[in-house]
């Protein structure tokens, strides 16, 4: 597979004034951007004046749209205003890796976070305006669809349904960390404001969407190569799972396990049977992958300034690295790492040292010398280490863009999925037992004899530390019959005076900006 290839084809529209829309061919739509330098991103005109309804009429400029509708997917690492990649959001509030940076302000709203004392100034502000930016795009790009032209009638069906279920996800991270937000299927006018529901009416009103999604089979279990980067059937397959799994909707348990065993049983998905291979260039949509964030270096336009939003790379590898480094590893000397989410070494001790997930997902650098920042271990996060090779095309600012694909849904949750909702529906134990022990067996462990629900949340903690995770499997083991590993156990003061505050149910959902209140009063601020 070239993945190189995938993410290179890159062609430049215009769409408006102060407006760049740069999208792949029908091919590889993952990594195309929408920018602007204003808010204006928002209004799509034709240059010349031209009616909507007359331009987006072929598949050429359908897919514009699109593509534009996929942008938000790589804002939130740093969208001009914050850094808030949403695998360090996530993991600050776990219990596998400090905040870091320079000092305890540093981020200040991560630290805050971290210590569940954030407040309406110090929240995931951006999150906000990055996915419901997605979802407007995503509406105007479901219109679009709709109405007459040249575009086969199978191209619109297909680009409705990426639409659609790009906009469930968009609502699928708010719902996880704001709960109760505003809800719309249809672009708002003035004043622009939508009613804000309850986090369980928002549940209720995206999983018969995502259900109908999935019923028409328009899109296809896996794309071909040259198409990563779209979303697919078993990227709605997961998506449901995880999405009834954190409701603790019982009653979809018996769907969501048909689901799993769906992909399961297509020979499009299997374990890359090498563990560090996934995280490496050349592991990306492998057979394993079932959804990733597409990035490149190459051809990257990011840069500091205004053009956070451009097409590129990811900052991600340069937040979460060591500060001063003098070379090695694979990383030259000269590059600059700003020392957020040390490992603690608490994680790096709950591996076995056999298994060989260890040394892929923690870089240990404890017998190296550099720039100690705040809360520094000398251990860091190795899936998306910082190498030297990652970045070496990146024709602008190197820190800003590297090619690291995010990797949101792996088969390996597939089968952990699987094995989880078997023992939740009655199901067969050695079945659910086998899938277990398929995953730690590639990680060179030896097999488990009838796993329980903690069994299998112990090996999501050693597959996936790191992904971002962690935190919401705490979070929705709170309603999980037999589970000791919970949200309100585990994510408690800690022994070095970091964490004072312990994790309440009051804390599931974050604090909605203070900006996002006082521009519509009507907004109720969680009780956080």
Not at 122 to 134: E, P, V
């Amino acid at each position: 597979m070239n993945t190189n290839n995938m993410k290179k084809h890159i062609k430049t529209v215009l769409l408006g004034l102060g407006t760049i829309l740069m999208p792949l061919s029908w091919g590889g739509v993952g990594v195309g951007f929408l920018t602007a330098c204003t808010e204006d991103f928002l209004e799509v005109t034709k240059p010349d004046g031209e009616p909507l309804e007359e331009y987006y009429t072929t598949e050429t400029t359908l897919n514009e749209a699109l593509t534009s509708a996929y942008a938000p997917l790589h804002w939130p690492d740093w969208d001009n205003k914050a850094y808030n990649d949403l695998t360090i959001d996530a993991e600050i509030m776990g219990d596998d890796f400090w905040v870091g940076g320079e000092h305890a302000t540093d981020n200040l709203h991560w630290h805050r976070l971290f210590n569940f004392a954030a407040d309406g100034n110090n929240t995931l502000a951006t999150l906000w305006s990055d996915f419901y930016s997605g979802i407007k795009r995503c509406n105007d790009a479901i219109k679009y669809a709709s109405w007459p032209g040249k575009a086969s009638d199978t191209f619109r069906r297909s680009m409705e349904m990426q639409a659609r279920l790009l906009r469930v996800y968009y609502y699928n991270i708010l719902w996880h960390y704001y709960g109760n937000v505003p809800f719309y299927l249809e672009n708002l006018s003035l004043p622009y404001t939508a009613p804000q529901i309850s986090a369980d009416e928002i549940y209720n009103r995206l999983l018969p969407e995502l259900e109908e999604i999935i019923a028409s089979g328009v899109l296809p279990m896996r794309w071909a190569n040259a198409e990563s980067g779209r979303v697919s059937q078993a990227f709605a397959y997961m998506l449901y799972a995880e999405m009834v799994m954190y409701q603790n909707d019982t009653a979809r348990y018996p769907q969501a396990l048909a689901f799993m065993k769906q992909i399961i049983g297509d020979s499009s998905y299997a374990l890359n049977p090498d563990f560090a291979a996934l995280w490496q260039e050349s592991g990306e949509w492998c057979q394993e992958s079932i959804f990733e964030i597409n990035y490149n270096d190459d051809q990257a336009q990011r840069d500091w300034g205004d053009a956070a939003l451009n097409a590129g790379g990811t900052v991600f590898p340069t937040l979460c690295s060591p500060n001063g480094w003098s070379g090695g590893e694979g990383w030259d000397s000269g590059n600059d790492g700003w020392g957020f989410l040390p490992m603690k070494v608490e994680t790096y001790n709950m591996y076995a040292d056999n298994d060989v997930r260890r040394d892929v997902t923690c870089w240990d650098v404890r017998d190296y010398s550099y720039t100690e920042r705040y809360q520094d271990t000398h251990i860091w996060h190795g899936k998306y280490r910082p190498k030297s090779d990652n970045n070496k095309d990146c024709p602008t600012s190197k820190n800003l863009n590297y090619n690291n694909n995010k990797r949101i849904y792996r088969y390996a949750e597939t089968l952990l999925n699987a094995a989880e909702l078997l023992l939740q529906t009655g199901g067969s134990a050695a079945e659910a037992t086998g899938y277990v022990n398929e995953v730690r067996t590639r990680a060179g462990l030896a097999a488990l004899a009838d796993v329980t629900i903690d069994d299998i949340l112990t090996e999501r903690h050693l597959e996936f530390c790191g992904e971002g995770k962690r935190y919401f499997d705490l979070v929705r083991a709170e309603g999980i019959s037999g589970a000791t590993q919970k949200a309100s156990t585990v994510l408690v003061p800690d022994s070095y005076g970091y964490r004072t505050n312990s994790w309440t149910a009051s804390k599931k959902h974050i604090p909605l900006a203070q900006s996002e209140l006082d521009a519509d009063p009507t907004l109720k601020q969680n009780n956080y």
